[in-house]
């Protein structure tokens, strides 16, 4: 587990930048490092569908503070290095096309998914939790973190709706 | 006799109090009896908790804000989210018993197909549905108070 400690540590590396940079879209880069490390992360632990939900909310995350902390456009350059940008361009999309076909040989054909976790949960999941509702064996104990973080989300949602809505806030700039 | 009328006008009309008084109690119930049977039956602790929410609001918009808050108050309402989730936590710690965080720490599972089944998740089932219910109707509360502050202005 040497890559991931590295990884670790590029990642809290990265934090620190992002909390002492100056440059407010310097830390906003930094922070996305850190996402895209924990994406890697997730990818190293073996867990692919939660590196793919991290990286989407990662990339929107990051859109949305660029745009927040962007004062006005940045100008868009035309003139100079046309070819330049060209040719990086088509590079990307060819790399990008390459990895895309390696990756998508990799996939299992259609109408065979390995379904190994699931068959392990139908067979051995009665033995092991007791429960009959398998969905609630699932949620409540193989999946048990999950269910920990939706109950800290739901709180922080009835937080959020109380500290918007709340009546001191709204009156305090009438007054 | 204009004294009770004036109390009539809080809140829906006598039709929808009336079925309200009926049907509120059943639906607090139905919900409890779907977190209870969370690990036997389909359900479980969001959806039960969900459904007792709503016998709340149901009563909440049948007979208007004060006599709702009467069953369970703000200050109430927050203590019991807190509860909810540290009792979450608190059968999540107690796991350690057993080897490690969150573990089915029960030596008998008892039964299958019975109440007493399943371990630890019963309790998970509870306190996600003391969380859950208390949650969402909170949330609807602070949205009522806060349609009265913008009224009042």
């Given at each position: 587990m040497l890559e991931l400690q590295l990884l670790l540590l590029f990642m809290i590396s990265a934090a620190i930048i992002a909390v002492e940079a100056k440059d407010m879209i310097s830390s906003v880069i930094a922070l996305g490092t850190v996402g895209i490390g924990l994406c890697l992360g997730f990818l190293l632990l073996k867990a692919p569908d939660l590196a793919i939900t991290q990286l989407v909310a990662e990339i929107l995350c990051l859109i949305i503070l660029i745009r927040a902390t962007l004062k006005q456009d940045l100008p868009l350059v035309r003139d100079g290095r046309w070819f330049f940008n060209t040719?990086?361009?088509?590079?990307?999309?060819?790399?990008?096309l390459i990895f895309?076909?390696?990756?998508?040989?990799?996939?299992s054909v259609f109408g065979n998914p390995e379904m190994k976790i699931?068959?392990?949960i139908l067979t051995g999941s009665l033995d092991k939790t007791g429960a009959t509702n398998f969905i609630t064996s699932v949620i409540l104990d193989f999946r048990a973190y999950d269910t920990l973080g939706e109950a800290t989300i739901l709180f922080a949602a009835v937080i959020g709706v109380a500290a918007v809505m709340r009546k001191i806030g709204r009156n305090k700039p009438r007054a | 006799m204009v004294d009770s009328n004036k109390k009539e006008e809080i809140g829906m009309s006598f039709m929808v109090k009336t079925v309200t008084r009926l049907?509120?109690?059943?639906?607090?119930?139905?919900?409890i009896y779907i977190v209870l049977h969370g690990h036997i039956s389909p359900g479980g602790g969001f959806a039960g908790g969900l459904i007792i929410a709503l016998s709340f609001v149901q009563v909440m918009i049948a007979f208007g804000k004060d006599i709702a808050l009467r069953k369970l108050s703000e200050a109430k309402a927050a203590v019991l989210e807190s509860v909810g989730g540290l009792l979450f936590l608190t059968i999540a710690a107690l796991g350690f018993l057993g080897g490690h965080f969150l573990i089915n720490f029960f030596a008998s599972k008892g039964r299958p197909f019975t109440l007493f089944s399943a371990g630890t998740i019963p309790f998970y089932n509870i306190a996600i549905a003391i969380k859950v219910a208390v949650g969402l109707f909170s949330i609807f509360i602070v949205l009522v108070i806060l349609k009265r502050a913008k009224k009042e202005e």
């Open positions: 040719f990086s361009t088509l590079c990307f999309i060819v790399i990008f895309v076909f390696l990756a998508l040989k990799e996939i699931a068959k392990e | 049907t509120a109690v059943v639906i607090l119930l139905f919900g």
